[in-house]
């Protein structure tokens, strides 16, 4: 009896002991993480890691989407991603709180209009092209625009590679690795409405970005949601199906918009934009992964030309000066 109370006080205090080293660790660990993240480096690498973080959430959001295909179509997907989309910034962003001129409302229903059609086109153009090129194609329109008023030598050798890279990209023949015009004629309409999405937004920089935004998404919104129940109907109100379409919102909206927000803040805008130029091989590779869409060595070219174009052009171009925001009404 004796010794079997000796043994149990001895395992009492190893367990003690072993929760004190446990508890040490998990503390010297905590600390040591810390001091990790604070560290220069680190603090000059996260800006990068959630600006890259926000294009892997975009392209593997964009990828998941696509598999709802077969359930919804594009139409009810594209409802979903901006409909869901419109609530969460609403709620987020409360747009009520700012006033806005007459001036002002037309610009952000322009706004909305370009959004809502660059969502839908884009996604139509999913059904019969892979994303790494559709993407590399909607680059096109804020390239385009970027180039408008080529000066520099440089700026024509840009314009050379988009020109490579399109013509690398255009079913001139049939057989392997030709692209459906169709599908191609939607992601170059998408590509035509970013651009006018951008001078848009342009037009609204002097209200609160989180306002432009919301209310943009909402005119988007009652764009796209009436060819997604055209289209789906009743199906589009499945628990299952609307579940799948929260998370395609999330991954493919909210959660990229997050990243990309805190990337700006250490981010240079130039710098930004370079590092953005890549989402076209992003968007490849997760093609290649989650949809098994094989590109062949022609169009991969084709992505480099387009993202070698994108960057030049926005390192070779004068960045604008920044301007001010205005402050919500009280």
């Not at 973080?53 to 979903?80: D, H, N, Q, R, W």
């Not at 180039?147 to 020109?163: D, E, N, W, Y």
């Not at 991969?300 to 920044?322: C, E, K, N, Y």
Request: proline fraction near 6%; aromatic fraction near 10%.
């Amino acid at each position: 009896m004796a010794f079997r109370d000796d043994f149990r006080h001895i395992e009492a205090g190893n367990r003690r002991e072993a929760q004190a080293d446990f508890g040490y660790l998990t503390v010297m660990t905590s600390l040591a993480l810390k001091q990790h993240l604070n560290s220069p480096i680190a603090v000059r690498l996260m800006p990068y890691l959630a600006l890259f973080a926000g294009m892997v959430t975009l392209a593997c959001g964009t990828s998941y989407a696509k598999t709802l295909f077969p359930l919804i179509g594009a139409e009810g997907t594209s409802a979903y991603r901006v409909g869901l989309s419109a609530v969460l910034l609403i709620a987020v962003f409360r747009p009520w709180r700012f006033r806005l001129t007459r001036q002002d409302l037309m610009g952000v229903l322009l706004y909305g209009v370009a959004l809502g059609a660059m969502n839908l086109s884009f996604y139509m153009s999913l059904r019969t092209i892979p994303l790494g090129l559709a993407i590399a194609i909607e680059f096109m329109g804020p390239l385009s625009l970027a180039l408008l008023h080529s000066r520099k030598p440089i700026h024509f050798v840009c314009i050379g590679f988009a020109v490579l890279g399109l013509g690398l990209l255009l079913p001139l023949k049939q057989g392997v690795g030709a692209l459906d015009p169709v599908g191609m004629g939607l992601a170059a309409f998408a590509g035509l409405c970013w651009a006018l999405y951008i001078v848009f937004g342009k037009r609204l920089s002097h209200i609160h970005p989180g306002q432009s935004v919301a209310l943009g998404m909402s005119v988007a919104a009652m764009v796209i949601v009436p060819f997604g129940v055209a289209h789906a109907g009743a199906a589009l109100l499945n628990p299952t199906i609307l579940l799948a379409g929260a998370a395609v919102a999330l991954f493919s909206s909210a959660l990229p918009y997050t990243f990309e927000m805190f990337a700006m803040r250490s981010i240079p805008k130039r710098t930004f934009g370079v590092v953005l130029s890549a989402e076209p091989a992003v968007g490849a590779v997760a093609g290649l992964i989650f949809l098994h869409e094989h590109l062949t060595g022609q169009q991969w070219l084709a992505i480099a030309a387009i993202v070698a174009a994108s960057v030049g052009a926005i390192v070779t171009t004068r960045q604008p000066p920044p301007v001010t925001e205005t402050t919500p009404a009280t």
